[in-house]
């Protein structure tokens, strides 16, 4: 059993990131994630990558991109403004369909908001966030310990569909410290092989060796026959994520539950204790945590709202995101309610709690 270590959120990622394998890391600081790109300026040296903390976000996208487009492991971090500033970038990398790993630690907004945590950029995460027909895959950590275990299946996911793969994450999980325990350091061989795997179509610098083929990274495409193609194809590929990359954590959902609770990362923690103190009580209530907020787990929402089910309450710290795809899966089936705060502001088990018994 490896040994546990305790650290904060930012810290972890940065480092499950750098033993699966990625190399090269660029940004810009911005609050709550700056322990993030500090821990990548010290340790990226000590493995043999590159750090550059770039001129702006607007930069450092276009660098994983250029990154990316050689075949490399890469990632950037930041918050929501940040992310904001990035999407021309990630629509390129998307039209380009190449791999990249994205973390936003979420903090209040709209504007610059504040650095509190909040889950205001659901919309943006999880609609393509930029011009274009487009997705990203989203996954949504609701611990320190699911952090850091997000870096590696990011990468695999980039790798496998060639694709930018979204760390959703807020100020909270960001800032605290729980005790985690990592995955095995990839070897330089396993990195080497991970290098081979994307000879079919990344660049290289212009040599003569054999199978160095100079293949052309673009996303301009002039002929609308052409560039239909290209989003047709796309389109394709996301209908296969949504087939087979659905993760999400089934909470005390029983036949007897007759409140289901729908919430995804630091909302979902809380919602966790409310329903744990209500069982204590005699009262079923369950909860859906959607892991992948992109693909979303509709069909497994619906299986879980049966015919015992009076209401579905959907639980966020935005005025209310997800809870436009919780109606969707539900398709009207039985009612919605929501709770949420904004502003950086988070709900207590008991204000949970107090709101699933007025329900009832």
Known sequence: MAEKVLMKGNEAIAEAALRAGCRLYFAYPITPQSELIEYMSKMMPKVGGTFVQSESEIAAINMVYGASGCGKRV?????????????????????????????????????LGDIQPAQGDYFQATRGGGHGDYRTIVLAPSTVQEFAD???LAFDLADKYRIAV??????????????????PAKTDEELEELGRQHESWCMYPNEDEPNHHHHIINSLELDPHVLSDLVLNL????????????????????????????????????????????????????LIRPITLWPFP???IKKAVHNNVKKVLTLELSLGQMIEDVRLALEGKVPV????????????????????????
């Open 298 to 300: 509709t069909e497994e």
């Open 235 to 286: 389109e394709k590929k996301y209908n296969e994520i949504e087939k087979n990359e659905i993760r999400f954590e089934e909470y005390n959902i029983s036949p007897d539950n007759e409140i289901v609770c729908v919430a995804y990362g630091t909302a979902a923690r809380i919602t966790k204790s409310a329903i744990d103190e209500l069982k204590k009580e005699g009262k079923s209530i369950g």
């Open 150 to 152: 997000m870096a590696p």
């Open 337 to 360: 309610e929501f709770i949420g705060r904004v502003g950086g502001l988070v709900f207590s088990p008991e204000e949970v709690k107090a709101k699933i018994e007025e329900i009832l």
């Open 166 to 183: 979204l760390i959703l994450s807020d100020g909270l999980i960001g800032q605290m410290m729980e005790p985690v325990e990592f995955q």
């Open 75 to 111: 990632m950037t971090s930041s918050s929501s403004p940040g992310i904001s500033l990035k999407q021309e970038g990630i629509s390129y990398i998307a039209g380009a369909s190449l791999p990249a790993v994205i973390v936003n630690v979420v903090r209040g907004g709209p504007g």
